[in-house]
């Protein structure tokens, strides 16, 4: 038996930062408390750091098995330790794609094997993640699917969709969807609109990913399913969004950092660090999901972690691919951005990067309470850094924070009892 005290850490506790001890014993946390004076193997110091839930990302790809010079699952989810993630869910654009039993159970084999923090694996909605023969779900769910998507694209008919709904609905499993209409995309690489006529760029117009939203709600509200938005990126989006919350259909939805943190008006040359699908919108696209998240349109931040080669991402926006990491600046950098600034408070950011995820999906994560697995993230939100691109352990480089100056550092992240990321000895 091991057992870990962590010591005057400041945690949030209704709503405040409050001093505790958190005392960890094999893979649970045993204790919380003040003044613990419980004997330990190890006393962990976190006087001063923010002792937070592990955080919970519903949204990364990590190319493992095809594409392995972008991404594997342990640097992938190393990667996510690194930004104080203990639970990811990945996507499941990768070659074979997990759209049989047989390929999701080798998927997650892989998964438990090499992660680094505790992976949740999505299947396809349709064979080959395209076309309109949908998977055979309730054995995809028997084999540990997590959720269905064809993330990467939008499922294209309306018909294909529904069937799919109707099949997820009876399992109790939610459809997670890319929205994006293929009809309404004309090859473009950014967002439709000034920026993208003064730099001569071919636009993405925002409704490409609007009337997809629209179409599924419906489809949604007809089916009863779980229907959840993947990247919602523009203004119009979250009103649709908002209004089928109010007449009540079952639907959530995701926002991710970089999908708050810029804009258009941030592309002032070509520049592949930011192109990403959805593009991001206008200005005014940003404040409305600032503004979704506050009032509960937006249910929680997903960072849509998508690392590409250097040599990919070096090329133009017309050639290089859409898609950049995230696992490893999205605290800091919201912390920095939203939280220093009194935008946002830090519970509501830890609401929406852990609570929110894990309760809306129903994993066993996303809070500090004793019986619960030890999984915890420790930041440091004082101390000023700059974002290199050496202290990156996913293979991606491909960030468009690298250079900023950020409070929010993690220090430590603990899966299961056990360090899967520290960053300074332990005192
Ligand atoms: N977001 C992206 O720009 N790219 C993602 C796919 C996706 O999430 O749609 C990728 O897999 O590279
Ligand atoms: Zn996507």
């Not at 080798?106 to 395209?130: C, E, F, P, S, W």
């Not at 069937?163 to 293929?182: G, T």
């Not at 519970?347 to 996303?366: R, S, Y």
Request: glycine content about 8%.
């Amino acid at each position: 038996m091991t057992k870990r005290l962590i010591k005057n850490g400041q945690c949030l506790i209704d709503g405040r930062l409050q001093v505790r001890d958190i005392l960890i014993e094999n893979d649970q946390i045993k204790m919380i408390g003040e003044h613990l004076n419980e004997p330990a193997d190890q006393i962990i110091n976190a006087q001063g750091l923010f002792v937070s839930p592990g955080l919970v990302d519903v949204h990364v790809h990590l190319r493992e098995p095809g594409q392995t010079d972008k991404e594997t699952v342990k640097t992938g989810s190393l990667a996510a330790a690194h930004g104080g993630y203990t639970t990811i869910a990945a996507m499941p654009n990768v070659l074979p794609t997990p759209d049989t039993p047989a390929r999701m159970r080798d998927m997650l084999a892989l998964n438990k094997r090499d992660g680094a923090v505790h992976i949740l694996q999505y299947a396809t909605i349709t064979t080959d993640r395209g076309g309109d023969e949908i998977v055979d779900m309730a054995a995809l769910k028997d084999a540990g699917a997590f959720a269905f998507s064809n993330d990467g694209n939008g499922v294209q008919t309306a018909g294909t969709m529904y069937q799919a709904m109707k099949q997820a609905a009876q399992l109790n499993m939610a459809v997670v969807a890319h929205a994006e209409d293929d009809s309404l995309t004309y090859g473009g690489v950014m967002h439709e609109g000034a920026v993208s006529q003064q730099l001569g760029l071919p636009g993405i117009p925002s409704v490409s990913e609007t009337a997809q939203v629209a179409r599924d709600v419906a489809l949604a509200a007809a089916t009863g399913v779980h229907y959840h938005v993947c990247h919602v990126s523009s203004a119009a989006t979250v009103q649709v969004i908002r209004a089928a919350k109010a007449a009540g259909v079952n639907v959530t939805c995701e926002v991710s950092p970089h999908h708050l943190l810029l804009s258009d008006q941030n592309i002032i040359t070509d520049n592949a660090m930011l192109k990403m699908n959805p593009p991001l919108g206008s200005e005014t696209d940003r404040q409305a999901l600032i503004s979704g998240l506050l009032d509960g349109t937006i249910d929680m931040i997903a960072t849509d972690h998508a690392p590409h080669t250097d040599a990919e991402k070096a090329q133009s926006m017309l050639k290089a691919p859409f898609g950049i990491t995230g696992s490893e600046t999205a605290f800091e950098m919201l912390y920095t951005r939203f939280v220093a600034d009194g935008k946002f408070s830090l519970a509501q950011l830890i609401n929406w990067m852990a609570v929110k995820p894990a309760q809306i999906f129903n994993v066993e994560a996303g809070s500090l309470r004793v019986n619960n697995t030890a999984d915890l993230a420790l930041f440091d939100l004082t101390t000023p850094h700059t974002i290199s691109r050496d202290e990156f352990l996913s293979k991606g480089h491909n960030s468009p924070f690298i250079g900023e100056q950020v409070m929010g550092q993690t220090v430590r992240t603990i899966v299961d009892g056990q360090d899967a990321f520290v960053s300074q000895p332990v005192i």
